[in-house]
């Protein structure tokens, strides 16, 4: 099964392995115990008609199609001068002008350690843009093709704002076409012409490797790749009319972690 695991997915880190051996390992003994019932070895009665039969294997062995963008994730627990701000990293009007005033952000930054942690493909998609910003450094962007894969990650997430100036976006809906927008990448592992010739991508395909690429990230004290979900490509200059929170659809862990201190402690810039 390793080897399996290996064979299709050569790039992926151990723990990963490790992680999703254990789901099957775990989806086996659901099966042998639905099993063991079924034969009556138990004194529990089971029942059984085909379609209870086929909503038992759906269920134990249903494979999620979402993959996290980056292993672990979880806010930039620091902004960019070295100063503790998660808000900072959410969606919505959660950072300040020089004057005190609002200032809108426009996706969600996740910590990243720039050329060691790998960006995913969080749905099954298809490459739509691969260039490089002088602001935003290295960009790929994925369009999803089954936006219901999405609504039922976000249905199983349940996410709430934990912030006063967080922002939920707008509700995405089936027939939205519907973009996953990474920046500040060091790297990518896709080209222009992957993006004009439409490559399709699976969820957890590595897209590159997250970075500090761009005048806004290089130079700072919290490496982060910064995911947008929009409804149209270029979403440059339309605030939040097309724009939802990403972390409607992702899982977050504690940010209050000691590799986080840690990487803040130092300036990181981009190495071209």
Not at 44 to 59: C, G, H, L, N, T
Not at 66 to 86: A, C
Not at 160 to 183: A, C, P, R, W
């Amino acid at each position: 099964m390793v080897c399996l695991f290996k064979y299709h997915y050569p790039d992926a880190k151990q723990e990963y392995v490790d992680e999703r051996l254990d789901e099957i390992k775990a989806k086996y003994d659901t099966l042998y115990d639905f099993w063991d019932k079924l034969n009556f070895k138990t004194d529990i009665f089971w029942y059984f008609e085909p379609f209870a039969w086929v909503e038992q294997m759906k269920r134990v062995f249903g494979v999620s199609k979402w993959h996290d963008p980056v292993d672990n994730p979880r806010l930039t627990k620091y902004g960019y001068s070295g100063n503790v701000k998660p808000s900072s990293a959410t969606y919505g009007w959660c950072r300040r002008n020089p004057d005190k005033s609002k200032k809108f952000h426009s996706g969600l930054d996740l910590f990243a350690i720039p050329g060691k942690d790998q960006v995913y493909a969080c749905l099954k998609g298809n490459i739509c843009q691969v260039k490089y910003s002088d602001s935003a450094g290295w960009i790929i962007g994925v369009k999803v093709q089954n936006v219901e894969d999405l609504l039922e990650q976000e249905r199983q997430v349940s996410y709430d704002t934990q912030f006063s100036d967080e922002l939920k976006g707008i509700d995405i809906k089936e027939t939205d076409n519907v973009y996953f927008v990474y920046m500040h990448l060091q790297s990518v592992f896709f080209t222009s012409e992957d993006a004009k010739n439409k490559k399709v991508v699976e969820a957890g395909t590595p897209l590159g490797y997250a970075g500090v690429s761009g005048s806004i990230a290089s130079g700072g004290k919290a490496p982060h790749l910064h995911l947008e979900v929009t409804t149209m490509l270029d979403a440059y200059g339309k605030g939040e009319s097309a724009r939802t929170n990403p972390a409607r659809f992702i899982k977050l862990n504690s940010y209050d972690t000691q590799d986080q201190d840690d990487v803040a402690k130092i300036k990181h810039y981009h190495k071209k």
